[in-house]
């Protein structure tokens, strides 16, 4: 479990650092649908670390408060089942 955790959340946040390298050469993004199924699978708090080390998604309100809501869920999850 613990390393499927690490895992989905470095693959996160390579997803996550990649849109934004796409965002600044204005090519074609990642679909905010597969960050959030990322998150959903576990890859919350990757996706979080991204943001807030690209300074990415973070004006976006679902991005802002319920990225780090789902973290804490997927992190108790992790907690409870390991």
């Known amino acids: 479990m613990l390393i499927y955790f690490i895992l989905i959340n470095l693959v996160s946040y390579m997803v996550m ?24 699978i576990g890859g919350a708090v990757g996706n979080w670390v991204a943001m ?7 004006k976006h309100l ?6 780090p809501v789902l973290a804490l869920i997927d992190l108790g999850l992790l907690v409870y089942f390991s």
């Open 17 to 40: 650092g990649n849109d934004k390298r796409k965002a600044k050469q204005g090519k074609w993004r990642i679909r905010e649908s597969t960050l959030w199924l990322l998150a959903l």
């Open 52 to 58: 807030q080390t690209y300074r990415h998604k973070t």
């Open 62 to 67: 679902s991005f802002k408060y319920g990225m």
